[in-house]
T-cell receptor, first 110, second 115 residues
Framework: DAKTTQPTSMDCAEGRAANLPCNHS???????VYWYRQIHSQGPQYIIH???NNETNEMASLIITEDRKSSTLILPHATLRDTAVYYC???????????FGQGTELSVKP | EAQVTQNPRYLITVTGKKLTVTCSQN?????MSWYRQDPGLGLRQIYY???????DKGDVPEGYKVSRKEKRNFPLILESPSPNQTSLYFC??????????????FGSGTRLTVV
């Protein structure tokens, strides 16, 4: 599975969009990009995933570049409850394993 | 409500005393997995199961056992716990069919302390 690189931490003002970047330059054609988040010591929560098209759900949007080497998770209107560690994970569509990196610690401030 | 249930949430035990952490899911998921989370090391996979009676080692399986006799249950067994197994443990499940990707659902965690 390809490795991902994320910034260690980011701040965002409440009500503004939070844009979390992820680099996955070695991703292969049959690997998906997943995003999870973990609010302090709780179980990780699935947010969204995609292969090559942009995706949107009730939680967030996922923008994947055309070459698939990077992606951005967008929380359109961040709230204080979005403060968490966000993990970008690349995973093969034939295998079940999720490999968690260190993630980005997002702090949403009033 | 679709969920993964782990028990207990907190456990303090002594070195060498066998224990079992239970995990149950009500979503008819085929895939289940155990992770441990430690400061500075992140989440690491211990064991996983692709279906009933099919289990395999993850990245850190030493000192752990699992079984998958029923689709809904995936207990984690520590035959002789040691202090280095003090950690936060998570169980997860996924529909995970070949060629189709789904998200994982995680349990709320079990905080284990071995003294």
């Amino acid at each position: 599975d390809a490795k991902t690189t994320q910034p260690t931490s980011m701040d965002c003002a409440e009500g503004r969009a939070a844009n979390l970047p992820c680099n996955h330059s070695t991703i292969s054609g049959n690997e998906y990009v997943y995003w999870y988040r973990q609010i302090h010591s709780q179980g990780p929560q699935y947010i969204i995933h995609g292969l090559k098209n942009n995706e949107t759900n009730e939680m967030a949007s996922l923008i994947i570049t055309e070459d698939r080497k990077s992606s951005t998770l967008i929380l359109p209107h961040a709230t204080l409850r979005d403060t968490a560690v966000y993990y970008c994970i690349v995973r093969h569509n034939q295998g079940g394993k999720l490999i968690f990196g260190q993630g980005t610690e997002l702090s949403v401030k009033p | 409500e679709a969920q993964v249930t782990q028990n207990p949430r907190y456990l303090i035990t002594v070195t060498g005393k066998k224990l079992t952490v239970t995990c149950s899911q009500n979503m008819n998921h085929e895939y289940m997995s155990w992770y441990r989370q430690d400061p500075g090391l992140g989440l690491r996979q211990i064991y996983y199961s692709m279906n009933v009676e099919v289990t395999d080692k993850g990245d850190v399986p030493e000192g752990y056992k699992v079984s998958r006799k029923e689709k809904r249950n995936f207990p984690l067994i520590l035959e002789s716990p040691s202090p280095n197994q003090t950690s936060l443990y998570f169980c997860a499940s996924s529909a995970d069919r070949r060629g189709v990707s789904y998200g994982y659902t995680f349990g709320s965690g079990t905080r284990l302390t071995v003294v």
